[in-house]
């Protein structure tokens, strides 16, 4: 908690334009008398960022102290795609849509608060989630000295009737679905968006359809499959089709063809590090392909041992990224090992996409290892001589045989 010992004099607010973050911004002012400098980042969420610049000016903000980036191709280059190479889930189904995005704008608040002088940083998080942690522990791995407010952790506030009436009374503008109590939270980036909360606390119960915001059903989806063809290079996606995209595009390509097929959706309670469970229902139409693709381009390019040493650092790597540990030295040497191993991912991966399914049916690569010489049950003209397997398990089973011999004996 930031000591209001030592006066604060200029605070930089992750700021989306919405309710929460707007009263954040007016009790930064009201509390500490603070400037205040918005930062309002574009991972490509949706909808218009521009409304966040009108709001802050609204609520007083100098144009000068209003920063807003559009950082989807940094995002999807320097974050998704990184974390894409290692295949990583969380608890075996979550790819992190959220998790991944925290280190960045903590990276670029950051920057502007060196920029302009800020004594402090402060986020919307509240005290019981995920976000805090990873806002924070980022902060304080690029600025060790850096104040923190977070205000839900601070604040006098017990309810969102507590948030509406300082709201009214600061004239700070509700929407109309904001007054009372919100249906479910809604966070979204380029890669995936969640829903939690209200109608999804109980995880008995299926999602209302409403939930979903970025897939058809999969009911709903075309009888009619669609194929299409994943280019990669180093490991990451680098066509669509034959087509030559950037990172962002691509992703927002890939997005398409799972939205209009209904594939991405997840139903999940997952443990948070903050000690509860959670259910959240997460769509990831595009990464849910990319992820489909990606393993189909390991399989016939990465070596075994590889391959096997990459899915058992692969939980350890998830967890860093859930956990908040994007800045932390395991993080970049996991990563450095990941990335070794992606030298020789290159090729095309051909998928058919089909009502809330993407299934691989083809791979090929220039770097390829599989051999229909080695493989074939025709003739393979002398490539394999199956006589040596004779000795190959006689050897693994050495240390099997003397434990049955040991144990006849007893």
Known sequence: MT?????????????SGGLDTSIILKWLHQT???EVVTFTADLGQ??????????????????????????REEFVRDYVFPMFRANALYEGVYLLGTSIARPLIAKKQIDIARAVGADAVSHGSTGKGNDQVRYELSYYALEPGIKIIAPWRDWEFKSREDLIAFAEKNQIPIAKDKRGEA??????NLLHSSSEGKVLEDPAVEPPPYVYQRTISPEEAPDKPTVITVGFKKGDAVSVNGNPLSPANLLATLNDYGRD??????????????????????????????????????????????????????????ELIYYGFWFSPEREMLQAAIDKSQEHVEGEVRLKLYKGNATVIGRESPKSLYSSTLVTFEDDKGAYDQKDAAGFIKLNALRLRTLGLRDRKS
């Not at 802050?56 to 000068?64: D, F, Q, R, S, T």
């Open 3 to 15: 000591s209001k010992a030592k006066p604060i004099k200029k605070v930089v607010l992750a700021y």
């Open 32 to 34: 500490y008398g603070a």
């Open 46 to 71: 949706g909808g218009e960022i521009e409304p966040a610049r009108e709001k802050a000016l609204m609520l007083g903000i100098k144009p000068e102290n209003i920063y807003i980036e559009d950082l």
């Open 183 to 188: 249906p479910f939270s809604v966070d979204a």
């Open 261 to 318: 097929n209904g594939i991405g959706r997840l139903d999940l309670v997952e443990n948070r590090y903050v000690g509860m469970k959670s259910r959240g229902v997460y769509e990831t139409p595009g990464g849910t392909i990319l992820l489909a693709a990606h393993r189909a381009m390991e399989s016939i390019t990465l070596d075994r041992g590889a391959m096997h040493l990459k899915d058992e650092l692969m939980p350890r790597y998830a």
